[in-house]
């Protein structure tokens, strides 16, 4: 791990400051991904600047019927609250699908939403990798590809996104809060917020230079029954080969977003309509653009057996 200067934001708005004001800065909160990357020299920070002390850890409820989430509420605190079991049961299953117990106690909300692919030649430092390294080339291309993502890549990248908490956030629609240096804040819906690869891989989210997440806001509660399922290698702190995350209503009808099979959370709202017609009729519309490599094309007819058995369960 290379050297680096550390100081304790006093607000928000401080800590924006603060990260702006240093090159190649970074926040630290739980740092359950970021200190494994320093420890790789994948991230080298010069300048860290630690946010825990900003009381961003609280859960409450809002006007319109939802919940603002502090952006260092612990993945395990809000898997455990009471109201996000009860209206948003999909994210305390996704959150409890995910990591170790250990690993959740420190990981943070805001943490969560910018961990960074999994992929194993961005973690080979000895491999290019035009997110690591940009224009180096994609190793994964023509290497072994099992694990990554059959939609969404580009010729630049195909690194999956590896969480499990967003995906539940994608399909409840949530909104992330940010502050900046200036002390403006904005809302990013989470369908914005994670990037595509295009040309530029190593652009992972909609955030701007300084700029420090918040909370993530949850509207009110859609109904229905909440599912989330998790295909992998092995049954426990494993990453996803494909996961569902599911809402279904009473008639079928429901809202449905995958992991583990792109570089983002995936949802096409549109093909959520041919949910009461079954798994196939959803998935040839949700992977219509699918471009699996040779070792990964089975994740696309997975997907499909994944939801079926969600919506089979749905059924009774």
């Known amino acids: 791990m290379r050297a680096f200067s550390y100081e304790r934001a006093s607000s928000p708005q401080a800590a924006a400051q603060a990260a702006m004001a240093r090159d190649n800065a970074k926040f630290i909160a739980g740092g359950t991904n970021l200190l494994d990357l320093m420890k790789l020299e994948i991230e080298t920070p010069t300048h860290l600047v630690d946010v825990n002390g900003l009381g961003l850890d609280t859960i409450e409820e809002t006007d319109a019927g939802g919940l603002r989430i502090g952006a260092l509420v612990s993945n395990t605190a809000l898997a455990a609250d009471e109201r996000v079991r009860r209206d948003y049961g999909v994210l305390t299953r996704a959150i409890v699908a995910g990591a170790s117990g250990q690993l959740r106690n420190k990981a943070t909300t805001g943490g969560n939403l910018l961990q960074r ?32 993502a059959a939609i969404g890549g580009s010729d630049f990248c195909i690194a999956t996104y590896p969480g499990d908490m967003a995906v539940a956030m994608r399909v409840l629609d949530a909104e992330i809060e940010t502050v900046d240096p200036d002390g403006e804040t904005r809302t990013i819906p989470i369908a914005d917020f994670h990037k595509l690869p295009g040309e530029t891989p190593e652009v992972e989210n909609e955030l701007r230079p300084g700029e420090l997440i918040t909370a993530v806001t949850l509207p009110a509660s859609v109904g229905g029954r909440h599912f989330y399922h998790k295909v992998r290698d092995r049954s426990s702190y494993a990453f996803a080969l ?26 096409d709202e549109t093909a959520e309509a041919e949910m009461p017609n079954g798994a196939s009729a959803v998935m040839r519309r949700l992977l219509a653009d699918a471009k699996p490599t040779e070792e990964n094309q089975f994740k696309v007819p997975l997907a499909e057996r994944t939801l079926a058995a969600v919506l089979s369960e749905a059924k009774g």
Not at 122 to 139: E, H, I, L, Q, V
Not at 242 to 267: F, H, Q
């Open 117 to 148: 692919t999994r992929c194993p030649y961005f973690y080979d430092t000895n491999m290019p990798c035009n997110k690591r390294a940009p224009g180096t080339g994609c190793s994964a291309i023509e290497g072994f590809s099992r694990s990554l």
């Open 242 to 267: 494909v996961s569902v995350a599911a809402i279904v209503n009473e008639d079928g009808t429901g809202r449905v977003a995958l992991g583990g099979i792109a570089p983002k959370p995936w949802r």
